[in-house]
């Protein structure tokens, strides 16, 4: 009762109070100019969306309408707020009768790259003017320099929008803050002499403005009240100049980050002491942190990531009693972390990963930082050492740790940690059973990150909640465990996990799931391959190689129509390829290689055209290869080894494009959408190829490599002349097949092939004198056929050894022993025996076999890479509209050089 009544009173205070103001207001209100409005009318007409200002009409006094403000004595419209007004079109001159305009801010709008106005420059009561992220382009007129009033000019954000020089800046005496950002400026050279006569300038925002020096003509710079400069992603790639220290009395915001700038910091910035924020990140600076750091007592970040810094961090870090963020990853430090950083109370981010960091972590480091939100100390040498009761004083979000000592013990303290968003303990040598409370733990966890560690457990009964979750190459076993509809991406390759696959598979609470990525790869999985792949059409990567998996491929495999890489090699799957995968027809990587598949290659693989990776080998494939397979125009891999397939080969593979086009060079990239409705990011991919043992060096990129194995089937009639046209083939492997003719007499022009085997075949004649001409060529086998005539001469084939021509009785010449002086063949024939013997024991006769494994996840590369990237991932979760950008490295192993011996 008592609540209502004072409801009652306030209410009646809240009438009297607007009512009386509405009347002191209509009484004292000047009505709006009547030049101003018309005016302001004539502005409107000339936009090209005019209904955005639906309030600005005749019949109102302009007073009331949106964005304008207005001297209630004089009746003068003074101020436009017109930002953010979704209009565009062009404005003309029809603002100048505004004499007493002195606040214009047209930014966020859309003016469709015409130039900024000249007019605006007579504007001479203007003090405040910005034009920022409206789409204007052009030369930026000099007649903004007749501004003599402006305090305030932004420009930034206009990318078209440039200028040859600053001179006619030279009269904005009044400016305090100036932004042309995104503007460019690539042909300015005297921008700093005109910038620091403006005595009252203390903002000055240049971001990425394509300057190309720092360095004023006369040795220094006279700025009397800079405060904040930021000259982020600029061109300079000189030293850091010396006339900072001129600036260590204003100086509170230093951002030079994303430069190239070179050498090491000038001492003198050390003595700016109102210095709040220094940035050098992502430059190219050297030296070390010197000592005189300690001396910025207002300093609250250090952003010195991404350079070259060597030596020890500085133990008079623990004076920046400010200090908030603390990013000194990848440099090369050395030396332990400073006890004394335990002091900085207000510290919140500590990032100091990839740096050659040596020595323990333990207690004392943390004493007092009860403010640590970040700890990123991965890729470094430091050994983690807490003991097992630990209570750190923090409450941490992120941590990453990977590639830093922690176990053998698995570290109990995180048990402490109730709000951690991402956990990434990977290669830590933890060699221990996961403890009870752990799953439990991580279920608010959206990344988690255990792979290559030795951790035991059972996870069966739990169930994973984390958006992505990383348990590859540990010591897991058990049944594979269940998931939550959260899940996006599990990886629990190379563990020992067991159990048939369908009951992971079918389970009902999998239903809803969401899960893209899922690679089971390498465990001890059985069972069929179930019938429930209507439940996971989410799934874009799908990885059960490697596992005892027997059955056939279900026809509802179809229902996957987002998968975009399968992999079901090294099983036992039998049968047919079902024809209701051609629905899957974003499928770029089929890999079902080495199972007991049989049936002919159906003619409608040609339908998926988005096929880049396909590996059939070592299978029981039957009949033809079928003529469909050219129209795969995007094919790099085509792996057919090992099967009983008959008939030619096709004689249409020039139709192969990506094979005769030189690949990008970034290689190819898989990315997709994660979530697909845009709440998540983009999910990029990269399949690399790690080359074994003795390998050719393909180290780089997969999409380089294009091969071409039809090895070791019953493919008979010639060599088609068509696979001439494949320009960029690296790899061709014809052996062990009944082919017949001649090899192609143009084959030389195949100027990328690395490796040849033709071997085991009844090829004849004489070898094209053109092979010769294959500078790449490191391999090459023509053993096995019937061959004949003399081993042309060239630099490249004299390289190999005998093994590469043996078995062609009729071949002679360097480098087999058998000369080739006419009438003398069969008396100087060799014993063609004793030199297959001799290559009985030899390791030479390599074939080709691909091997495609590990789909594998690596956000944190990136993550750990870019603050801001990583910020942004973990705003994600707190606000629902930034992008994450996560980077999945799918490795692909390949097996190149697979011994085989040579007697077969
Ligand atoms: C007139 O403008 C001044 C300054 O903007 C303001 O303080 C005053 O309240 C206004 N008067 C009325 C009646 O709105
Ligand atoms: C008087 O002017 C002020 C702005 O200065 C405005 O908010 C108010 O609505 C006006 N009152 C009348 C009655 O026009
Ligand atoms: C800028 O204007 C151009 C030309 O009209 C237009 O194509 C472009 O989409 C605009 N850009 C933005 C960001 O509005
Ligand atoms: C403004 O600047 C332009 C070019 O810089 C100049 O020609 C003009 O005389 C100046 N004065 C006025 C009032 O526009
Ligand atoms: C630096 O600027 C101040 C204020 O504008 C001026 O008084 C002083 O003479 C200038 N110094 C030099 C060396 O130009
Ligand atoms: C700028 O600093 C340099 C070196 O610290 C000094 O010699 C010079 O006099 C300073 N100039 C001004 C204008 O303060
Ligand atoms: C797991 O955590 C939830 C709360 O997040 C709690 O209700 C549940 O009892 C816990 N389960 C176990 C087995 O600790
Ligand atoms: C082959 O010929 C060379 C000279 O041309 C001779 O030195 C060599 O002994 C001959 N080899 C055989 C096996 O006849």
């Not at 956990?423 to 990344?447: H, M, Q």
């Not at 890999?591 to 396909?614: C, F, K, Q, Y």
Request: aromatic share 10%; proline share 5%.
């Amino acid at each position: 009762m008592g609540a209502s009544f004072v409801a009652h009173v306030l209410f009646l205070l809240w009438f009297f109070a607007t009512t009386f103001s509405f009347f002191l207001k209509a009484e004292s209100n000047v009505s709006c100019n009547e030049k101003d409005k018309q005016a302001l009318l004539n502005f409107k007409q000339g936009l090209s969306n005019p209904k955005m200002l639906s309030s600005w009409s005749d019949q109102e006094d302009c007073s009331r309408w949106d964005g304008v403000v207005y001297d209630n004595k004089t009746g003068r419209v003074t101020e436009l707020h017109l930002s953010y007004s979704g209009f565009g079109g062009e404005i003309t001159g029809s603002l100048l009768p505004l004499e007493h305009l002195n606040y214009l801010d047209l930014s966020r709008n859309d003016f469709n790259r015409t130039p900024i106005p000249t007019f605006l420059g007579s504007m001479a009561s203007l003090t405040h003017l910005d034009l920022s992220y409206s789409n204007f382009s052009g030369h930026i007129p000099h007649q903004l320099g007749n501004l003599s009033n402006l305090r305030y000019l932004d420009l930034g954000g206009n990318y078209y929008l440039y200028a040859d020089n600053f001179h006619w800046m030279s009269n904005l005496s009044s400016i305090q803050y100036l932004d042309f950002s995104y503007s460019k400026h690539q042909s300015e050279v005297g921008w700093l002499q005109i910038m620091s006569t403006f005595p009252s300038l203390s903002k000055l925002i240049a971001y990425e403005c394509e300057l190309v020096n720092l360095n004023p003509s006369l040795g220094f710079v006279n700025f009397t009240s800079l405060q904040y400069l930021d000259l982020t992603d600029n061109l300079f790639s000189h030293e850091i100049p010396n006339w900072f220290s001129n600036l260590t009395t204003s100086l509170v915001y230093l951002d030079l980050s994303r430069n190239s700038l070179r050498g090491e910091i000038p001492p003198s910035i050390f003595n700016s002491l109102k210095l709040e924020s220094l940035d050098l990140n992502s430059n190219k600076l050297i030296g070390k942190i010197p000592e005189s750091v300690g001396q910025l007592k207002h300093l609250t970040d250090l952003v010195l990531a991404n350079n070259s810094f060597s030596g020890p961090i500085p133990s008079s870090i623990g004076n920046l009693s400010s200090l908030v963020g603390l990013y000194l990853s990848y440099n090369q430090l050395e030396g332990a972390i400073p006890k004394t950083l335990g002091l900085l109370s207000n510290l919140s981010d500590l990032e100091v990963s990839n740096n050659f960091l040596t020595g323990t972590v333990d207690e004392e480091h943390f004493t007092k930082l009860s403010n640590l939100d970040d700890l990123d100390i991965s890729h470094t040498h430091l050994f983690f050492n807490v003991k097992s009761n630990w209570v750190p004083p923090f409450q941490l979000t992120y941590i990453a740790m990977s590639s830093c000592k922690i176990g053998p013990n698995f570290p109990t303290w995180l048990q402490t940690q109730k709000s951690v968003k991402f956990l990434d303990l990977s290669k830590s040598e933890i060699a221990d059973k996961a403890p009870g409370w752990f799953w439990n733990w991580t279920s608010g966890i959206v990344t988690i990150d255990l792979s290559d560690n030795q951790i035991e457990g059972d996870v069966s009964d739990i169930v994973l909640n984390s958006l992505i979750i990383n348990l590859r190459s540990n010591h897991f076993k058990g049944q594979m465990p269940q998931l939550s509809t959260n899940v996006k991406e599990l990886h629990i390759a190379n563990n020992s996990f067991s159990g048939p696959i369908s009951s992971f598979m079918c389970q009902k609470v999998n239903i809803e799931n969401q899960l893209e990525v899922l690679d089971v790869s390498n465990n001890l999985l059985t069972g069929a391959l179930p019938h429930c792949w209507e439940y996971w059409q989410s799934l874009t990567h799908l990885d059960l190689g490697s596992n005892d998996i027997s059955g056939r491929i279900p026809y509802s495999m179809g229902s996957l129509v987002a998968l975009q890489s399968l992999h079901l090699q090294n099983n036992r799957i039998s049968g047919n390829i079902p024809s209701s995968l051609k629905k899957c027809s974003d499928l770029s990587l089929i890999d079902i290689g080495e199972n007991p598949l049989s049936g002919a290659i159906p003619p409608w693989i040609g339908e998926m055209t988005s096929l880049t990776i396909l590996r059939l080998s070592s299978n029981g494939f039957k009949g033809p290869i079928p003529l469909q397979i050219c129209q795969l125009s995007s094919l790099i891999v085509l792996d057919l080894a090992n099967n009983s397939l008959s008939g030619h080969i096709p004689n249409c593979l020039q139709n192969i494009s990506a094979m005769t086009i030189p690949t990008p060079r970034f290689g190819v990239e898989y990315s997709y959408k994660m979530g697909g409705g845009g709440t998540s990011g983009t999910y990029h991919e990269n399949l690399k190829l790690v080359p074994k043992g003795m390998e050719l060096e393909y180290e780089e990129n997969l999409a380089f490599v294009k091969i071409i194995d039809l090895s070791s089937n019953k493919l008979s009639g010639s060599i088609p002349s068509e696979i001439l046209v494949l320009s960029e083939l690296c790899f061709l492997n014809l052996s062990r097949n009944q082919l017949i003719g001649k090899i192609p007499e143009k084959i030389g022009i195949m100027k990328k092939l690395e490796s040849i085997d033709l071997s085991q075949n009844h090829l004849s004649s004489e070898i094209p004198l053109s092979l010769s001409s294959l500078t790449f060529l490191s391999h090459l086998n023509l053993s096995y056929n019937n061959l004949s005539g003399k081993i042309p001469f060239g630099p490249q084939l004299q390289t190999f050894d005998a093994f590469s021509y043996i078995g062609n009785p009729q071949l002679c010449g360097n480098p087999l022993p058998r000369n080739c002086t006419i009438g003398e063949e069969s008396q100087n024939r060799t014993p063609i025996g004793k030199t297959e013997e001799d290559s009985y024991n030899s390791n030479f006769y390599i074939g080709m076999g691909v091997g495609f494994a590990v789909g594998f996840w690596a956000v944190c590369g990136v993550l750990f890479f870019n603050k801001t990237w990583r910020h942004a991932y973990f705003k994600f979760f707190d606000d629902m509209k930034d992008w994450v950008y996560v980077t999945t490295v799918l490795n692909v192993n390949w097996l190149l050089e697979k011994l085989r011996s040579c007697h077969l």
